[in-house]
């Protein structure tokens, strides 16, 4: 069992950049799939991006490649999302998820672990 609590979320103008952090506690000596995930109202859950918490390449959705970037604290068992140059359409409801393993897909169905998610809003 994996609990995740999201912070850093917030309203910025377009343009600006934001740093999300996941924190985790539980079964941390796990190797798992860590996920962001955003969910605008009146829009399906999708994947932003993935990392394996035991290395690798780490996966970007194509809206967010070259302006996000995921990557890992082992040491505090955190995963955090650096957003750059964000664009109103980036705003939404965004989650932290996990699963046991590899990363095999973005697909927000596949993660059991989820947290309660934070609030990112981009201003025009």
């Known amino acids: 069992q994996v609990q995740l609590v999201e912070s850093g979320g917030g309203s910025v103008q377009a343009g600006g950049s934001l740093r999300l952090s996941c924190a985790a506690s539980g079964n941390t000596y796990s190797s798992y799939c860590m996920g962001w995930f955003r969910q605008a109202p009146g829009k399906e859950r999708e994947g932003v991006a993935t990392?394996?918490?035991?290395?690798?390449?780490?996966y970007y959705a194509d809206s967010v490649k070259g302006r996000f970037t995921i990557f890992q604290d082992t040491a505090k068992n955190t995963v955090y999302l650096q957003m750059n140059s964000l664009q109103p359409e980036d705003t939404a409801r965004y989650y932290c998820a996990a699963v046991s393993g590899n990363c095999y897909t973005p697909h927000p169905g596949a993660y059991k672990f989820w947290g309660q998610g934070t609030q990112v809003s981009v201003s025009s």
């Open positions: 990392i394996y918490t035991g290395g690798g390449r780490a």
